[in-house]
């Protein structure tokens, strides 16, 4: 990658930053934004406003975090059996900023626990906090493949 986009991804920072790249090789600079934390599973209508109501760009996204996920989960619970907590933290910030594209809900508010958790090198509380983080992005799996089934295909 040629380029930079901070998390979340944006449609409009992302294919400027394609447009640029291709165009003419230089880099554009994405601008920073930040949401207040909520705490719902998945809002649709807010994952659609950083596409900027692309659907298509929508599910791009959402099928390529199906497939990352669950290796994301494997190795955070490798580490966490390990006690690595480097480790652990460095994972968990990953699935962190990689949640952060669609929403700031539940499973991303227990992935910076799990983080916060893991950098203090608090093994004990992490093993729940990571129970907690299991359930959160199942819930959140489940609520993004019912919107990405849903959107309708050109």
């Known amino acids: 990658m040629d380029g930079y986009l901070s998390k979340p991804v944006r449609a409009e920072e992302l294919f400027q930053t394609i ?8 880099l554009a600079t994405p601008a920073n934004s930040s949401a207040a934390p909520c705490n719902v599973i998945f809002d649709e209508s807010l994952f659609l406003a950083r596409m900027d109501g692309s659907y298509d760009v929508c599910v791009q996204i959402a099928e390529a975090f199906f497939v990352e996920c669950p290796k994301l989960m494997s190795d ?21 900023g990689t949640i952060a594209n669609f929403t700031d809900g539940r499973a991303f508010q227990s992935a910076v626990k799990l983080e916060g958790l893991a950098k203090e090198a608090d093994l004990k509380l992490a093993a729940e906090a ?25």
Do not use: I
């Open 19 to 26: 447009d640029t790249l291709v165009a003419d090789g230089q």
């Open 130 to 154: 990571f129970k907690r983080l299991e359930t959160d992005v199942e819930d959140f799996l489940k609520s993004l493949r019912l919107f990405a089934g849903a959107v309708p295909r050109a």
């Open 76 to 96: 955070l619970r490798l580490a966490l059996h390990r006690k690595d907590a480097v480790e652990l933290a460095g994972l968990a910030h990953g699935l962190k």
